[in-house]
Antibody, heavy 124, light 107 residues
Framework: QVQLQESGPGLVKPSETLSLTCTVS????????WSWIRQPPGKGLEWIGY???????NYNPSLKSRFTMSVDTSKSQFSLKLNSVTAADTAVYYC??????????????????WGQGTLVTVSS | SYELTQSPSVSVSPGQTASIRCSGD??????VSWYQKKPGQSPLLVIY???KRPSGIPGRFSGSKSANTATLTISGTQLMDEADYFC??????????FGGGTKLTVL
């Protein structure tokens, strides 16, 4: 059973950098894709981006390019950095395993394992 | 940008059938997944590839799709099914798109 666990500070000051890490256990990080998803209070789910174990990334183009993801396969961890945070970045941040399925021109991604989520509050 | 549209809320009586819909201009050519989200818990995948149920998801959850509308159906709805439900699909411009979510109330 794959398990994911987010870690990082719960409180970040405006304009600072948020750093979160997700530790994967019960399965190999060297397969599939690994994503970060957030949910602001009272709002819906927002996909931030994914990283492949090879290090390739894909970010949500709707978000400003303040996000950076990295992976450390030796530690079975992947990480998220968000620069210049504002109150709008206050959210529960989830890491998740992103499965790619399909063939030809018919593809999909879905998320089968999720971390418990970590609340990040941006406030001075 | 591509959007998936869901009704904000659906109400159902216990034991009845709940239908939660998700519409999008390209859904006819895409796979849809559905997630259940309860307060304080992480999202749970309940349907993937339009109709498939992950192991451990009760048989009362089913998915279907017709043209540009996907439907999550909960047959014999139970109190424990009260939650927010999000649809999700793939788009070539933004690989992952979530619907705005539907709050299912069981009363």
């Amino acid at each position: 059973q794959v398990q994911l666990q987010e870690s990082g500070p719960g409180l970040v000051k405006p304009s600072e950098t948020l750093s979160l890490t997700c530790t994967v256990s019960g399965g190999s990080i060297s397969s599939n894709y690994w994503s970060w998803i957030r949910q602001p209070p009272g709002k819906g789910l927002e996909w931030i981006g994914y990283i492949h174990y090879s290090g390739s990334t894909n970010y949500n183009p709707s978000l400003k390019s303040r996000f950076t993801m990295s992976v450390d396969t030796s530690k079975s961890q992947f990480s998220l950095k968000l620069n210049s945070v504002t109150a709008a970045d206050t959210a529960v941040y989830y890491c998740a395993r992103q499965v790619l399925y399909g063939s030809g021109n018919f593809w999909t991604y879905y998320f089968d394992y999720w971390g418990q989520g970590t609340l990040v509050t941006v406030s001075s | 940008s591509y959007e998936l549209t869901q009704s904000p809320s659906v109400s159902v009586s216990p034991g009845q059938t709940a239908s939660i819909r998700c519409s999008g201009d390209k859904l006819g050519d895409e796979y849809v997944s559905w997630y259940q989200k309860k307060p304080g818990q992480s999202p749970l995948l309940v349907i993937y590839q339009n109709t498939k149920r992950p192991s451990g998801i009760p048989g009362r959850f089913s998915g279907s799709k017709s043209a540009n509308t996907a439907t999550l159906t909960i047959s014999g709805t139970q109190l424990m099914d009260e939650a927010d439900y999000f649809c999700q699909a793939y788009d070539s411009t933004i690989p992952v798109v979530f619907g705005g979510g539907t709050k299912l109330t069981v009363l």
